[in-house]
């Protein structure tokens, strides 16, 4: 009887031990534990989103007509060493405005010059040296603008206006980078027809003043850089 019961509870325990190491089962599928996942997280690189697409002369002109429908900002403020100077920007050159409105809030013009100076002229802006503004550019496109030079607006002192693009460009289209303001007291009437105003001064012609006085080089370059600190958006 003892032989039997002893025989009985071998057979039970190894019949538990086969249980335990049955190795027909599949393997459990372990889910990532808490740090596990920060580490996947921080392994995996996510390209940024564009906000916008980047620019061409073919998109370009599409793409502002509709930035312009939500975006009806029309005063901004350009920061200098000498002091602001406050812009009202007109809505009937839309591309224009809705351009300038675009690039103040993507940043461009920070820490771009007056790098063109003619005393009793024009002061010039939105290019420098800078690589960190030449990335900005690069990242935005390369684009121009069509002119829009027929909605009665005259290079009148302190008018905002916008340069063409190259040398070699017949139809003077705009560079959307940079700009000029007519300093002359007398106004700048030759230049009407060919470049687009899409803007006046309202406040600040004495910095325009200043900063059309000072010294350049025969290439119309100050001689000590005039930077544009900041421009933003008003009310």
Not at 21 to 39: I, L
Not at 82 to 98: E, M, N, Q, S, V
Request: aromatic share 12%; glycine share 6%.
């Amino acid at each position: 009887m003892r032989l039997i019961l002893l025989s009985v509870m071998c057979f039970l325990f190894l019949n538990c031990e086969d249980k335990k190491t049955d190795t027909k089962k599949p393997p459990k599928v372990v889910q990532n534990t808490s740090e596990e996942k920060k580490v996947a997280k921080k392994d995996t690189v996510l390209e940024p989103v564009r906000e916008f697409p980047l620019l061409t002369d073919d998109n370009a002109m599409e793409f502002f007509l509709e930035y312009e429908k939500h975006n009806k900002e029309n005063k901004v403020r350009i920061s200098t060493h000498f002091g602001d100077i406050d812009i009202l920007l007109y809505d009937k050159t839309k591309f224009h405005r809705a351009n300038f409105i675009f690039l103040t809030k993507q940043g461009y013009f920070d820490n771009t010059q007056f790098y063109r100076i003619v005393n009793n002229f024009i002061i010039q802006g939105g290019n420098t040296d800078d690589p960190k503004v030449k990335r900005k550019r690069k990242k935005i496109g390369k684009y121009l603008l069509p002119t829009d030079t027929k909605r009665g607006y005259k290079h009148d002192r302190g008018s905002l206006s916008m340069p063409s693009g190259a040398i070699e460009n017949p139809y003077k289209l705009a560079s959307p980078y940079q700009f000029f303001i007519v300093q002359s007291k007398d106004g700048a009437y030759h230049l009407d027809g060919d470049y687009t105003i899409f803007g006046k001064v309202i406040r600040g012609m004495d910095v325009v003043d200043e900063i059309a006085q000072q010294e350049t080089d025969n290439a119309e370059w100050p001689l000590h850089n005039v930077y544009i600190t900041k421009v933003e958006i008003i009310e």
